[in-house]
């Protein structure tokens, strides 16, 4: 819990010495893309496995379409390394629907509901479940989002449940323990450029984000901390590094840190 406070306090002091985007990394904000807005994102993230001592790589290519002001849906792909060959492990669908908006000049305020449904082939190997990549399952909850000026708090709140990833025994997931909370706190704020002129500026954000798990049955607990530094390139290109590790970590999980590089494109009035 000090960890977690500190972790809080030092994200306070850096956004108060900064000027941000609503466009985190590890979590999505209750604002959605513009409508006929297509998306091509791929994260790639490289983890210290604790147990095999390597170091493995995830991809997970995923398309992005804003249906409309209050609905867009992902279409993820994941990829892994874990048996020492790249292959392909699962996939999920996310859908986000906008259900409040306060707008303002210089501000607003969104909330909106979600659901993520993943299915994936891999081995369970931990306790925590982790539907982007290594369980299959669903997820479902809330988010909100608030702008003011340059400043962007986000956080969140839903409930997840795993399946078995197949009926074989290294596959299934313990009984008692398919179910847990997650819940997110980020805040970014823009760091360049100092004067804002036209759409092809880059620019530069910097944000923390707070990502955690408590299993309903056990009470076990992850906080997570992951700074993240982002560049945004013509308005439609993006690219983001971060670094995640364990403020707290009584959830086991064989890969706990690690980096992160996400690449992004978007395509406008693309539908």
């Not at 985007?21 to 983890?47: C, D, H, I």
């Not at 210089?106 to 081995?123: C, I, Q, T, V, Y």
């Not at 798990?213 to 982002?230: H, S």
Request: proline share 2%; charged share 20%; hydrophobic share 40%.
């Amino acid at each position: 819990m000090k960890k977690l406070l500190l972790c809080l306090f030092l994200s306070l002091v850096f956004i108060n010495h900064l000027s941000a985007q609503e466009l985190f990394t590890y979590t999505e904000p209750a604002s959605n893309m513009a409508k006929g807005t297509l998306g091509f994102r791929v994260n790639s993230t490289l983890m210290k496995d604790e147990v095999e001592l390597r170091n493995n790589l995830h991809i997970l290519p995923e398309v992005m379409l804003g249906i409309s002001k209050k609905w867009m849906i992902h279409l993820e792909g994941f990829l892994s390394d874990r048996n020492n060959t790249l292959i392909a492990e699962g996939g999920a669908l996310y859908v986000k629907y906008r259900f409040f908006s306060v707008d303002d000049v210089h501000s607003h305020f969104r909330m909106a509901s979600f659901g993520r449904l993943s299915f994936n082939n891999s081995d369970i190997h931990q306790d925590a479940i982790d539907l982007n990549g290594h369980n299959s399952g669903y997820e479902f909850g809330f988010v909100a989002t608030k702008l003011q000026h340059k400043v962007a708090l986000s956080t969140s709140l839903a409930l997840a449940h795993a399946f078995d990833n197949k009926n074989e025994i290294n596959y299934r997931f313990p009984n008692n323990n398919r179910d847990a909370i997650n819940y997110t706190f980020s805040i970014g704020k823009l760091l360049l450029p100092k004067t804002y002129k036209d759409y092809n500026q880059t620019n530069m954000n910097g944000m923390v984000e707070m990502l955690c798990q408590t299993n309903i049955n056990t009470g076990k607990t992850y906080v997570d901390a992951a700074p993240v530094l982002q560049f945004i390139f013509l308005s439609k290109m993006r690219a983001d590094i971060s670094y995640r590790f364990p403020l707290s970590n009584d959830l086991y999980r064989t890969a706990s840190k690690g980096f992160l590089l996400r690449l992004e494109y978007n395509v406008f009035n693309a539908l």
